[in-house]
């Protein structure tokens, strides 16, 4: 009998040997990563939007920030459940047969329950952390103006409380055969 994949948790990895279970990996992963995918759903419609985000690990939380008006707002007041993925492709695998090719790949999955941020300061916060990490080189109240309670009527700043998460990779040797980049051929 095929085993039933509904009845697991969400965030099991089916392939073991793939699985990165250390926490301060998945922590570096989420502080790195450009940018992640959010899914949503609306009336058993699920939808997929880029986002920029940034990790407040104290928090063990997530910050994004958008439109006060829009689908993705309307989805997260209609169901505040959210899966946030963020990913890297490493090189492509050629193979003697179709079925074996293959990719390097790490990621990282959250699970957990969106906020939209009403309290200024928190807000504040999460717009800092996004700051912060696209535009390290800059400094806050110096390069550029802080944010002001005008900017947060117009913005809308949101919070992934993280419940579980899971990280997955394949690395193979540094000199498998064939292997390359995307784009390098």
């Not at 063990?60 to 707002?73: E, M, Q, S």
């Not at 309307?74 to 459940?81: H, M, S, T």
């Not at 700051?131 to 900017?151: A, C, I, M, N, W």
């Amino acid at each position: 009998m095929p085993k039933d994949y509904t009845t697991q948790p969400f965030n099991q990895i089916r392939r073991k040997d793939r699985a990165v279970d250390d926490e301060a990996w998945i922590k570096d992963f989420l502080h790195r990563a450009p940018d992640g995918a959010m899914a949503t759903v609306f009336d058993g419609q699920p939808f997929i939007t880029s986002r920029n985000y940034a990790y407040d690990e104290a928090g063990r939380a997530i910050y994004l920030h958008g439109a006060k008006t829009g689908r993705f707002d309307a989805n997260v007041k209609a169901n505040p459940r959210a899966c946030f993925s963020v990913s890297e492709m490493g090189r492509l695998l050629p193979a003697k047969t179709a079925l074996e090719f293959g990719v390097e790949f790490s990621g990282v999955v959250v699970f957990g329950e969106v906020a939209i941020v009403e309290d200024e300061e928190e807000a504040t916060h999460g717009l800092r952390l996004l700051l912060r990490k696209y535009f390290p080189h800059l400094r806050y109240g110096q390069d550029y103006s802080p944010v002001t309670p005008q900017e947060l009527k117009r913005t809308a700043v949101y919070r992934i409380d993280i419940e579980t998460w899971s990280g997955k990779q394949k690395k193979v040797e540094d000199d498998f055969p064939g292997a390359f980049f995307y784009g390098e051929k």
